[in-house]
């Protein structure tokens, strides 16, 4: 029978894991209880810091062993807001494994920390003096990583050959690395993958100093089998899959990018084949480089002096949450700067009348939401503030986890 185990900011290694003796985050996730396949290990409200923070420091390891069918599950008790400061990263044994609804930070980057503007090059800078921080994944089987917001750390994700046939789905990846003499580095979701399908879905990356998505490798590397499916990208740098060995099994659908390019392939010599399908890209261009065979159709391309003919409708694209029915993405490109509605036909899969609802900028995740109240059946308008793009999260329910609080610090 699986069980229910327990972490809190007041437990300790000494404890049985129970809700009124819980256990320290470290001891909890790096194997050392009795954690089965089928656990979920609940994690209490409030900030969890990684006493190491060193320069490069990766965080809290996470050993955990589930079965195919019945994972270990990690996540936030009660849907309070969790944030782990420092960093997680996932190493041998760990399989079949799922974190989901945590916040990941490293709070010397949150303003009025250190400058991220340093005067030493290359990726790895003594001088940047701080946890690396992120999610980081070296090994696991069948591990999903759900609905996490990741910010401000070295590196959003990093996700390595070692980890198989997993996915990262529902994650808000914004404003990490730092910028040195040479040029921005940390990405949001830097990638390399061999066997097994790696799957990026329904991701929300914005801001940052190095790039959105970053598949590559360099000739020694391996960039293969990716669905790479409806993330929204903007505000941001390339979206890249591809390094200097030939790909394979790449496919990229359905995602919506502004102010940001998409290029499939690198400087590899040949590659062996992409599906490169349905996806929106505003303010930026789509290439695809040096594929032996490549699939591409219904992708809207429009570069940034594009002209937009008057009274074109908004492009409103709603993607509900594949492990949360209470949940979705929102993504708008707004050709007039007017107010948006989003009606019926957008909602229907997410909002039935009398549901309360709220819209969230992932920004802003644990704040305020932009609109909130009742649905009534009826469009929703959407305050755009002149903007031509908006990225939203919609939440179905009550108010919004951690609502009105300000950043970690």
């Not at 990684?50 to 990690?74: C, H, M």
């Not at 070295?154 to 040195?180: F, L, M, P, R």
């Not at 993330?231 to 940001?260: C, D, H, K, P, Q």
């Amino acid at each position: 029978m699986a069980g229910d185990w327990f972490v809190g900011v007041d437990g300790a290694a000494g404890g049985d894991g129970s809700v009124k003796r819980r256990w320290d985050l470290a001891s909890a996730l790096g194997g050392r209880k009795e954690i089965k396949a089928g656990d979920t290990v609940w994690i209490g409200e409030g900030v969890y810091k990684f006493a190491n923070r060193k320069s490069g420091s990766a965080g809290f390891e996470v050993k955990l062993t589930g079965a195919k069918g019945k994972p270990v599950i990690v996540r936030a008790a009660g849907a309070k807001r969790v944030t782990i400061d420092g960093g997680l990263s996932v190493k041998a044994p760990s399989t079949y494994l799922q974190i989901r609804d945590l916040e990941i930070i490293v709070s010397e980057n949150l303003p009025g920390g250190p400058s991220r503007v340093l005067s030493e090059g290359g990726s790895h800078p003594k001088s940047y003096a701080r946890p690396w921080g992120g999610l980081n994944v070296y090994s696991g089987k069948g591990c999903k990583f759900i609905n996490l917001v990741i910010h401000d750390n070295a590196q959003g994700i990093s996700w390595w050959k070692g980890s198989t046939d997993s996915e990262v789905h529902g994650c808000i990846i914004y404003d990490n690395g730092w910028k040195g003499p040479d040029r921005g580095h940390g990405h949001a979701i830097y990638t390399q993958n061999a066997e097994g399908i790696k799957t990026i879905s329904d991701c929300i990356m914005t801001g940052g100093y190095g790039q959105t998505m970053h598949a590559y490798g360099s000739k020694r590397a391996w960039v293969d089998n990716y669905v790479i499916t409806g993330n929204i990208a903007y505000n941001g740098a390339r979206f890249l899959v591809g390094g200097g060995r030939a790909s394979r099994g790449i496919t990229v659908t359905e995602n919506v990018l502004y102010g940001v390019s998409m290029q499939i392939g690198y400087n590899a010599p040949h590659n062996e084949g992409c599906i490169v399908r349905d996806n929106i890209i505003v303010g930026g261009g789509l290439s695809i480089v040096r594929y032996k065979k490549a699939v591409r159709s219904g992708n809207t391309v429009l570069p940034a002096n594009a002209k937009i003919p008057a009274k074109t409708p908004p492009i409103i694209i709603v993607r509900a949450n594949k492990y949360d029915a209470n949940r979705a993405n929102v993504a708008i490109c707004n050709w007039t700067g007017d107010d948006v509605r989003l009606d019926a036909k957008n909602l229907k899969r997410i909002l039935k009348p009398g549901d309360a609802y709220r819209l969230i900028d992932p920004r802003d995740f644990y704040g305020e939401p932009v609109i909130s109240g009742a649905y009534d059946g009826k469009a929703i308008a959407v305050p755009m503030k002149k903007r031509l793009f908006a990225a939203f999260v919609l939440l179905k329910g009550g108010k919004a986890v951690g609502s009105g609080a300000k950043k970690r610090s």
